[in-house]
Structure formats: C-alpha cells, structure tokens
C-alpha cells in the first residue's frame, strides 16, 4: 500500500550471550593465549570459563507488522522484551539477522540521551550536523534554530561543547532535535525516563504537535498514561515477539491485565528530601483494599485505604494532625488534594510508631500512573513535607457497573452520576 511507511517482515535480532564475539586480538592477549596454552596453568575456573559453551539470545524474533502513515503507534513491554532493540533495528543503528525492513520516510530517533551527538561540537554544531544527517538544507535548520535553543532552555550554553552539559541539559537539546527537525518518522525510546516534570510536559507536548502534524511516530514507554494520551495504535512486545497489535485502549488493557503483580509498599526511609521539623517521619505508604489487604493492582471503582506509616518522637493522645496528599497527573497537572482538616478530622491520637490511613470509597481515578506529594503539620507545625513521595498505579475497572470499563480517552476522573428522562 502507498501509505505504508514501515513494513517489517519476519524480523529478528540475534545475540551471543555467555562467550566473547570473534574479533582481532592484541599482541598481549595472543601472548597470554600462548601461555595458557600450556598443560597446568589454567585453573579448573578459568577452564570452566574458557569451555563454557555460548548461547543464543533472541531479542526479536518472527516480527512482522505494518505502520501507515500519520499513525502514532505505543510500545510496550517489560523490561527486556525488545522494545529498545527495534527502534535501534529502525533506526539503522543495529543490523538486523533475520527479515527485512522496509522504511520509507526520513527518520529522526531520540534512543538515548545525546544519541548522534559529538561531544568535542558545540550545542549549535550538533544541532546543524544532526539536521544535515537527516538530508535538511543549511537554511531551513536556521529557519528553526532560535525555536529549538528555546524549548531546550540552553541559551546561554548554546556555543560550549556539548561534553560539559549536564545529563538534563544533553537530553533537551537532543529531544529538541529529534522532534523539530520534522523527520517523517519519529522514533522515541522512554523520552520521559528523564528530565524535569517540566520539561517532561513540554516532551508531551511536542510529541502531540508532531503527531497531530501527520507524522509517523513510534514511542517506546513504561508510562500507560502518555501511551493512551499520545498513541492511537499499540504494540505489545513480550520475549521478542509480537503479543498484540492494535488499538491503544486495547492493548495497554491487555498489557496490564496480564502482567498485574502485587504493589509493592513505598519505602520511604532513606529520602532526604524532606522538610519540617522531623519529629514526625514518614516511613512507608501503601494501597490496600478495603479490609486492609495489600491490592495487587488498584481499580477505578473499588474501595482503597491508603496508610501513611510513621514514626514519632513523642506520643500524643490527643494532637491537631494535618494530613494531606495531592495527586499529579503524569502531565505535572494537579487533580486534587486529600486532607484531614477538609474531611473534619481535626484532632487524632499519634504514637510513636503508627499509620494514617485515607479511605478512598470507590475509587474514581481512570488507568494510568499519578505522582502524589505527602504532608504532615502537627500541632500547627510541619513536620514532614515530601514531594513525589509515592505513586499510585491505575487500571480501569467497572466503575459504574454496568459490566463494561469506560472509555479512559475521556478524561482523568470518573464522576458518579445517573440519567433520567422526563416527558412533558
């Protein structure tokens, strides 16, 4: 078809794991060779290593599938399921050792922060030598320059090699020139894994423009939320291979239904990033259901407790405790504030050890993942003030129980409400 633009034919990646590849050896290590050659030098442990026999790892195996034009397609997948290795088989950075792959379109990729830079070239340098790569006239990179050193926010580093920016200021410039540059296809491996939540926002943001643009784009996240928001079509890889292709709504339902696991409780003792006074520390915080269990995946719908776990310095029968949590979407936006002044639990004992619990009756947060910030005031006083002090995890469930999940592209919050008709 005309508008295909990727078309992948039984593909697959091979690796070598557990002995080193052939390669030209140094005078040393032929010396070496020649020594160990000889009867009794070699220990039983570097015998057993020597002889160890290598195996095959298949990061990609029998994939093959079809993006058209102007789609913006989610990948998801664990850890090691081959995500990361087919952008980088995409982007021509890693051959290929079954299949074929056809591309037609220029194509810009942000697989790793700086990727394509060179570190001795300035910030205005490696924004030229990036776009002549991608086959852009003198002209219309200046045309965009002043745009780009602007949503990068390195102005004043612009002229200095780009080896002595920091890791957050490599990554906006290299995400800048991936995404304004106007390659045909993009591809985009975890561009939110780093950088401020402003700057994540802006990512988002751009993404949505280049999308909305008819461009092709391939984004590689663990963030549900920014794949529902941003993909129309998802691809699940699971042990290199192709699980489902399809609508996004679809597939992040499967994605998460299949590989729910028990939530693991915040710890929170090691932060240091806390203010207030400290006589009041918080340690944990978990999600349970509403008998107190431990939830394995929290479900719009259901009733949650969450426990704030502390420590105290001193025990208090009777004490004005402010407790409180906002919850941020994964864009940065504030969607409320829970807190005990405003649910009239103004007064409430604290021991030495203990936990606050919030009950949350049918929870009304659709699928995705929120950052919530913690506080606590005691007796008019902060005592312990944590910002992304833990994240609460999200799949759609019946909310209004009708026996189907409601669409998530909707919107962040179900709202409890009922029709009627009246006839006049």
């Not at 030209?24 to 026999?53: C, M, W």
């Not at 390659?183 to 423009?209: H, N, T, W, Y």
């Not at 409180?324 to 405003?342: E, H, I, P, R």
């Amino acid at each position: 078809m005309a508008d295909v633009v990727i078309r992948v034919d039984n593909l697959g990646k091979k690796y070598r794991i557990g002995s080193a590849q052939p390669r030209y050896k140094s005078l040393r290590e032929s010396i070496v060779d020649t020594v160990r050659a000889f009867p009794g030098l070699l220990s039983n442990a570097q015998s057993a290593i020597r002889n160890s026999r290598s195996e095959e790892l298949w990061a990609l195996a029998d994939l093959s599938f079809e993006i058209k034009s102007g789609e913006v397609v989610g990948i998801i997948g664990r850890n090691g399921a081959g995500k990361s290795t087919l952008l980088k088989v995409l982007s021509r950075i890693t051959e290929p050792s079954t299949g074929r792959v056809e591309i037609h379109g220029r194509v810009g990729s942000l697989l790793e922060v700086g990727t394509g830079f060179h570190p001795e070239l300035t910030g205005r340098e490696n924004i030229y030598l990036s776009g002549a790569i991608l086959g852009m006239k003198r002209g219309e990179i200046a045309r965009r320059f002043d745009q780009m050193v602007a949503f990068a926010e390195v102005e004043r580093f612009i002229d200095t090699p780009v080896k002595h920016y920091s890791s957050g200021m490599y990554m906006r410039l290299a995400f800048t020139v991936a995404a304004h540059l106007e390659p045909e296809i993009l591809l985009v491996d975890e561009v939110l894994a780093v950088g401020d939540s402003s700057f994540q926002r802006k990512c988002i943001g751009r993404m949505s423009d280049v999308a909305k643009a008819g461009r092709t784009v391939l984004f590689v996240s663990h963030n549900m939320a920014a794949i529902q928001n941003l993909c129309s079509e998802g691809l699940i890889l699971d042990g290199g291979r192709m699980a489902f292709m399809g609508n996004v709504d679809q597939a992040i339902n499967l994605y998460l239904a299949n590989g729910a696991r028990p939530t693991q409780a915040t710890d929170l003792t090691a932060r240091v990033d806390r203010r207030g006074t400290q006589t009041l520390r918080f340690t944990k915080v978990s999600i349970c259901d509403s008998e107190g269990k431990q939830l394995e995946t929290a479900l719009s719908g259901q009733d949650i407790k969450i426990r704030f776990h502390y420590e105290s310095a001193a025990d208090f029968e009777d004490a004005a405790v402010n407790i409180a949590f906002n919850v941020y979407s994964f864009q940065g936006v504030l969607l409320t504030n829970l807190n005990a002044k405003d649910a009239g639990r103004l007064r409430m004992p604290v021991g030495r050890s203990g936990w606050f619990e919030c009950a949350w009756p049918k929870f009304n947060l659709r699928s995705g993942v929120y950052t919530c910030a913690l506080f606590c005031e005691l007796n008019g006083i902060i005592v312990d003030w944590l910002q992304s002090a833990f994240q609460i995890t999200v799949e759609d469930g019946d909310f209004f129980g009708t026996g189907s999940i409601a669409d998530r592209s909707q919107g962040t919050i179900f709202v409890p409400h009922d029709w009627s008709s009246h006839v006049e």
